[in-house]
């Protein structure tokens, strides 16, 4: 196994609807060295949480991951996205609505954008209607308050994360056991 100092990590930055229901699962992804909330791609300096919320501020809730690409691919982790959101519903996830719901991929380099461009084609074919995921690249990624990181590992049985982030967890759990993290 590479030691520390060996390996080089990569980031990769998705967006698809609610951040802690994201973040709580690619933090379970063998190879997810770090998966932290914040919002990404919006014109206001330091957005707090009740500013995105009001969609005021342009941001997308996203989730900016750090990965070793030798344990787990650029790819997996787009297809893992797909998984436990919708892609086509255009700025929303079920019952959050509003911009900052959006479903973004936001790229560092052209590498990133042409994997993700074509995974988005690749994938179309297995939604029926259209994808509106955007694809654009990253902007600066402001990470989101303390109190929102690894909020489903620390309030599992609110209301939200029983009806909402759970089935998500728990739907990617089983799919991708082969990749979960005891």
Not at 7 to 20: H, M, P, Q, S, V
Not at 77 to 106: A, C, K, M, W
Not at 151 to 158: A, E, M, V
Request: charged share 20%.
């Amino acid at each position: 196994m590479k030691n520390q100092q060996d390996r080089k990590l990569e980031t990769i930055t998705l967006a698809g609807g609610c951040f802690w229901c994201i973040e709580a699962v690619y933090n379970r992804i063998q190879g997810v060295e770090q998966a932290v909330s914040g919002y990404i791609n919006g014109h206001t300096e330091a957005p707090s949480y009740a500013a995105v919320c009001q969609g005021d501020t342009g941001h997308a809730e996203a989730v900016q991951i750090r990965f070793d690409p030798a344990v787990i691919s650029y790819r997996t982790l787009l297809e893992i996205l797909f998984s436990i959101h919708d892609p086509t519903q255009l700025n929303r996830q079920g019952h959050d609505v509003g911009t900052q719901y959006r479903s973004g991929i936001y790229y560092l380099n052209p590498e990133q954008q042409a994997e993700a461009e074509a995974f988005v084609r690749e994938a179309a074919a297995h939604f029926d209607a259209p994808i509106v995921t955007e694809i654009l690249p990253a902007a600066r990624f402001w990470p989101a308050e303390d109190y929102h990181q690894g909020y489903f590992l620390q309030n599992p049985g609110t209301g939200y994360c029983l009806a909402v982030v759970a089935p998500k967890f728990f739907k990617a759990r089983e799919r991708y056991a082969r990749l979960w993290k005891d």
